[in-house]
């Protein structure tokens, strides 16, 4: 008699049509987050956790991970983690002011950046690098190309001792410099 109430009580569950409400999860990976979104919504489910992380791969916006993976059956409105790509990941720029070209690059290369020069007329020193552009301690994706704005050095005026008026104009002149 015990066994006859203990199959009535446990054959009716294991026959139970409960499984058939189980809901699979979409393929979410590549998506937008906002499409991911919606696909969660469509299959009756419930949009969980989304945490960003950077990503030298995927684009920004790009969902890169789903917990629980795509094809597994579970609970209508059961929660689905996602993690969605920042982009690449961000660095500093660092302070290459005053170091010559040469150590410039070399630094901004250290950090996993491009470098571009680009020459300006000062009076520092030829080669120093005067600034940067972004400026230092600003925030690029890893590989961003930096303008390194260094210096030509100062010109030098010619001596013009001894010479005419005229003739001092034309040094002057040719050298890069007005005469007044």
């Known amino acids: 008699l015990g066994l006859v109430a203990a199959a009535a009580f446990v054959l009716p569950r294991l026959f139970d049509d409960s499984a058939s409400d189980a809901v699979q999860v979409p393929a979410l990976i590549g998506l937008t987050e906002a499409e991911a979104r919606r696909e969660i919504g469509d299959a009756g489910l419930t949009v969980g956790r989304v945490d960003p992380e950077p990503s030298d791969t995927e684009p920004v916006d790009q969902v890169i991970r789903q917990s629980p993976n795509r094809g597994i059956y579970v609970e209508p409105g059961t929660r689905v983690d996602l993690t969605v790509s920042t982009g690449k990941p961000e660095v500093a720029v660092p302070f290459v002011v005053g170091l010559s070209k040469q150590d410039a690059r ?62 001092a104009e034309k040094a002057i002149s040719e050298a890069g410099f007005r005469a007044e």
């Open 106 to 167: 070399a630094r901004l290369r250290e950090e996993g950046l491009k470098v571009r020069f680009q020459p300006e007329e000062s009076d520092a020193p030829r080669n120093e690098v005067l600034r940067t552009d972004p400026a230092t301690g600003e925030m690029v994706e890893d590989g961003a190309t930096i303008t390194v704005v260094w210096s030509e050095g100062p010109q030098k005026v010619p001596n013009v001792v001894g010479m005419t008026q005229q003739q």
